[in-house]
């Protein structure tokens, strides 16, 4: 079983994606605001999934941050939004995927289920 952590601002959003990935046979740590790079190294996830606006902060750079890091490069990253850019924006932050909302979702647990093979 693996674990993902979900950081997300809108409590319902975060909740519907929690129930998808546990769905999907997963654990969730879920978040309604961004953590210091030192609290997700602790969390260990397996994958992480973030809005692209966190109480109004981009995630971008600690989604840079997470994929600079050599204790954890190797965890895929997920960038979910609704910003037109959102393709250059997971491209510029190093995310290894994106998706624009609103997103099917089959969409994202063919995406989760992909980047955790």
């Known amino acids: 079983m693996k674990t993902a952590l979900i950081i997300n601002d809108d409590k319902d959003t975060l909740d519907i994606l929690g129930y998808i990935i ?3 046979g997963h654990n969730c740590i879920n978040s309604q605001s ?3 790079i030192s609290e997700i190294r602790e969390l260990a ?8 606006y966190v109480n109004l902060q981009t995630p971008g750079n600690l989604c840079f ?9 190797h965890v895929p990253v997920i ?5 037109l850019n959102i393709a250059n924006i997971a ?3 190093l995310a290894d995927a994106y998706l624009a909302k609103p ?3 089959d969409d994202l647990t063919d995406l989760v289920n992909n980047l955790l093979q």
Not at 45 to 52: C, K, N, R, S
Not at 79 to 83: F, Y
């Open 22 to 24: 546990n769905d999907m």
């Open 34 to 36: 961004l953590l210091p």
């Open 45 to 52: 996830a397996d994958i992480i999934l973030f809005d692209h």
């Open 65 to 73: 941050q997470i994929k600079c890091d050599p204790l954890l490069n």
């Open 79 to 83: 960038l979910l939004s609704a910003h």
């Open 91 to 93: 491209k510029n932050s």
């Open 103 to 105: 997103f099917d979702i």
